[in-house]
């Protein structure tokens, strides 16, 4: 038996990401955004609404950086999500956030996040609340990589979000591989 929940943006796993965009006068400032993924190859898709600082940042500098939040920051990944860059002119500071001006985009990375997808924006419709990012480039620290040189998940420690219950989730183990495991069933 199933129960009908109608209507909810329920979606899992639901990537938790932090996007950051310089202002006007190079100053840095982030958000924490639930509604994003892929959208193509080499873009990205965020649903932000144009209230938001980090909307003007980004729409000012055509520019932005989305980070992955994880379980080490999970405080200040909140913060940037409850506090907004309109209110509180140092939300990026007060979060203990530091900042690299990107190599390949107008764009800060966020030194204590270790996963960033640089990207040059592409288009923003207000009505729809849908920003979408060219990737540039995606960089990583060298402290979350395995040893074949990739991002090691369990290094990383991204979190999701959890919305039916508004709680932050740790994602898991490993329990299969991807276009392979399937291919018993030919």
């Keep these: 038996m199933r129960k009908n929940f109608g209507k909810k943006p329920w979606c899992y796993p639901q990537?938790?990401?932090i996007l950051a965009a310089?202002?006007?006068d190079g100053k840095p400032n982030a958000m924490n955004v639930a509604w994003g993924?892929?959208?193509y190859d080499d873009q990205?898709?965020?649903c932000i609404s144009a209230n938001h600082k980090t909307?003007?940042?980004i729409l000012e500098s055509k520019a932005f950086t989305v980070?992955?939040?994880?379980?080490?920051h999970l405080v200040a990944c909140d913060y940037v999500g409850v506090v907004s860059g309109n209110k509180e002119p140092d939300k990026f500071k007060k979060a203990g956030f530091t900042s690299t001006k990107s190599e390949f985009v107008?764009?800060?990375l966020i030194n204590e996040l270790p996963m960033t997808i640089e990207c040059k924006l592409i288009s923003y419709d207000p009505e729809m609340c849908t920003l979408i990012g060219e990737i540039v480039n995606i960089s990583a620290d060298e402290s979350i990589l395995n040893e074949k040189g990739k991002i090691d998940p369990s290094k990383l420690k991204p979190i999701t979000f959890d919305p039916a219950n508004n709680a932050y989730l740790e994602i898991g183990e490993k329990v299969g591989n991807a276009f392979k495991d399937g291919l018993a069933l030919r």
């Design 55 to 57: 909307t003007e940042n």
């Design 37 to 39: 993924g892929m959208y």
């Design 44 to 46: 990205i898709m965020m």
């Design 67 to 72: 980070s992955m939040a994880d379980k080490d």
């Design 106 to 108: 107008n764009a800060p």
């Design 15 to 17: 990537p938790v990401f």
């Design 22 to 24: 310089y202002d006007k």
